[in-house]
Structure formats: C-alpha cells, structure tokens
C-alpha cells in the first residue's frame, strides 16, 4: 500500500500533524508512506525510518514546475492520500481514497483538529510521541552539553525567547530577570535555544546578560539535533513558537507565554503544562501586526514568571 501524507510548511505546524502520521503507521504498518511538506519543515522527516521518500513542494515556485510536480505525484499511483492541506492534490494525482475535505473542529486545537480529518476511515489512534529523535543526535547533544558545563543531577531549563512573527515576542530585559533569577541557584541550567534564522529576542539577551554559566544553543544545532535537546530538558520556558509544539510532543513541561495567538487552538496540551496569558478584550486578535501597545505580551511580569516556573519546577 502506498500513502501521500501532505503536510504543511511552518515547523510548528507540521509538529502538530505528525499524530496523523503516527496514526498511518500504527494502522498500515507494512505501507509505504512518502510525505508532501514544505522546504522549510522538510528536515522533520530527514531521519524519520517511518519516512519512504520526501516531496518537497514549494508554493513560490511558477505554474510550469507545479505542474510537473503533480505529474510525478500522479507516476506514483497512490492508494490513500491524507491532505492536512484541504487542497485538490489528491484529486490531480489520482490517489484511490484521500482524507475528508471537510474542515472538521474549528473550535479546537490545531493537533486535534487534524485529527479529525481521519474520520470516516476507520483508524485506531494511539496517543503518544509522534517526533523521531535520532540516537545520532542524541550523542550529539550530550557531547555539546557536557561541554557546557552540564552534569548529571543538573535541572536543565529551556529558553526559546525568538518567534517568526514579533508580536509573539515578550521583552528580553523581562527574560534577562527570569534568567538572571534562575541563574542564581546552583542546581539550574540555563540553555538559550533556537533555529537562529530571527534571533531578534535571544541575540538582545545575550548582550544584556554577560554570564558565561547560560549555555548559548541559539543557531547551534540543526532540526534534528534540536529535537534531541529539547527532550534533554526537564522544562522549557517559551513564548508561541516551534519549540513548544516539539516539546509537547515529546513530554517535556512547558511554560508559555501568549499574547496574540488563541491558547485553546496552539496552546501546550501536556498535564502539567502551564500559560501565563492576560485576560484583554483585544487578545487573542491572531494578527501579525499590533494596533495597540502589546498590551498582551507587555503586561506579562518576571515575577509571575518566575513563581509559575518554581511552582513547575
């Protein structure tokens, strides 16, 4: 049996359909299942066993090279095509049974609303962790980690502070007292982390705090190595990023801050999982630019930081 997984193109969001690709595998065990995602997610799936092959589809490309991406999709004859997408690829490529269209679950979080798209094909789902580490980076990390300074016993405390958009973004001068704070007992580790790619947050942070005991990761690790640190960590404090959905999916504890994003539908699920949001008549508003003063993330202290993480901790 062959299987099309058409996933999506943020980091973040492809995190939270890969229940659905959990899913396939535990139904259709001996299938072949390739995935369709984006250049930027595409490493997601780099060291994936589960993963047959890779089809990278870049939207920005012209209708001529669309074109003949489809044509090849087509060559492949595919029994099922599951389309996290809602768009006309399983149609064009001829696939033998797709995924609802229906856009099921408006109101619910995003992994469980993509969920819903496996209605009416009978599949059991299994709950659990969806992301492949590779042991490879796991050794990686280790090795990186030891040389930081980072011994056995020590509490490893995350930080993601940097978001592709700015208006998720809460102050560095707050993170450097959060920091600064935890930096203070003995049995923390601090590590700042992150893709790098907008290190706006994370790079204002480090020159505020001139502390050679923070462990700088920002831009140091890739995708796959960066799956293996976060499931080193005991907690990550984060604001609505791509590594709040990775450690969710991988069990770790999460702090989040949100201001413009809606918690109900990209919230951290985990049990003990905690948000620390404020209660506006403009929040959550899901835009990319703020009318208003960030009222959201503003208002948001070190100190109730602070306390949630001693509380998690």
């Given at each position: 049996?062959?299987?099309?997984?058409?996933?999506?193109?943020?980091?973040?969001?492809?995190?939270?359909?890969l229940?659905?690709?959990?899913?396939?595998?535990?139904?259709?065990?001996?299938?072949?299942?390739?995935?369709?995602?984006?250049p930027?997610?595409?490493?997601?799936?780099?060291?994936?066993p589960?993963?047959?092959r890779?089809?990278?589809?870049?939207?920005?490309?012209?209708?001529?090279?669309?074109?003949?991406?489809?044509?090849?999709?087509?060559?492949?004859?595919?029994?099922?095509?599951?389309?996290?997408?809602?768009?006309l690829?399983?149609?064009?490529?001829?696939?033998?049974?797709?995924s609802s269209?229906?856009?099921?679950?408006?109101?619910?979080?995003?992994?469980?609303?993509?969920?819903?798209k496996?209605?009416?094909?009978?599949?059991?789902?299994?709950?659990?962790q969806s992301?492949h580490?590779?042991?490879?980076d796991?050794?990686d990390?280790?090795?990186?980690?030891?040389?930081?300074?980072?011994?056995?016993?020590?509490?490893?405390?995350?930080?993601s502070a940097?978001?592709?958009?700015?208006?998720?973004?809460?102050?560095?001068?707050?993170?450097?007292?959060?920091?600064?704070?935890?930096?203070?007992?003995?049995?923390?580790?601090?590590?700042?982390?992150?893709?790098?790619?907008?290190?706006?947050?994370?790079?204002?942070?480090?020159?505020?705090?001139?502390?050679?005991?923070l462990?700088?990761?920002?831009?140091?690790?890739?995708?796959?190595?960066?799956?293996?640190?976060?499931?080193?960590?005991?907690?990550?404090?984060?604001?609505d990023?791509?590594?709040?959905?990775?450690?969710?999916?991988?069990?770790?504890?999460?702090?989040?801050?949100?201001?413009?994003?809606?918690?109900?539908?990209?919230?951290?699920?985990?049990?003990?999982?905690?948000?620390?949001?404020?209660?506006?008549e403009?929040?959550?508003?899901?835009?990319?630019?703020?009318?208003?003063?960030?009222e959201?993330?503003?208002?948001?202290t070190?100190?109730?930081?602070?306390?949630?993480?001693?509380k998690?901790l």
């Amino acid at each position: 049996m062959k299987i099309l997984f058409i996933t999506l193109s943020n980091i973040g969001d492809v995190i939270l359909t890969l229940p659905v690709l959990t899913t396939l595998k535990h139904n259709f065990r001996d299938a072949k299942i390739d995935v369709m995602v984006g250049p930027r997610a595409k490493d997601i799936f780099s060291k994936d066993p589960r993963i047959n092959r890779v089809f990278i589809y870049d939207k920005r490309k012209g209708v001529k090279e669309k074109a003949a991406f489809i044509k090849d999709l087509r060559k492949e004859n595919y029994d099922l095509a599951i389309d996290m997408k809602t768009s006309l690829v399983p149609f064009l490529i001829g696939a033998k049974k797709s995924s609802s269209w229906i856009s099921l679950g408006r109101d619910h979080h995003k992994r469980s609303a993509h969920l819903r798209k496996l209605r009416g094909l009978g599949l059991e789902y299994k709950d659990g962790q969806s992301i492949h580490v590779d042991q490879k980076d796991r050794k990686d990390i280790s090795k990186l980690l030891s040389g930081s300074g980072v011994r056995e016993g020590d509490v490893l405390i995350g930080i993601s502070a940097d978001c592709r958009s700015h208006t998720k973004e809460w102050q560095a001068e707050k993170f450097r007292e959060v920091i600064k704070g935890l930096l203070g007992q003995k049995r923390f580790k601090v590590i700042l982390m992150g893709d790098g790619v907008k290190p706006r947050v994370s790079s204002s942070i480090k020159e505020l705090i001139k502390d050679d005991s923070l462990i700088d990761m920002v831009g140091k690790t890739d995708l796959n190595q960066l799956f293996a640190l976060i499931e080193r960590l005991n907690i990550l404090l984060t604001c609505d990023s791509a590594c709040m959905h990775i450690a969710g999916d991988l069990g770790i504890k999460v702090l989040a801050l949100f201001g413009p994003t809606d918690v109900k539908k990209y919230g951290p699920t985990g049990r003990y999982d905690a948000v620390i949001r404020k209660d506006l008549e403009c929040a959550p508003c899901n835009k990319a630019l703020c009318r208003l003063n960030h009222e959201c993330m503003q208002e948001i202290t070190a100190e109730e930081v602070l306390t949630a993480l001693e509380k998690l901790l």
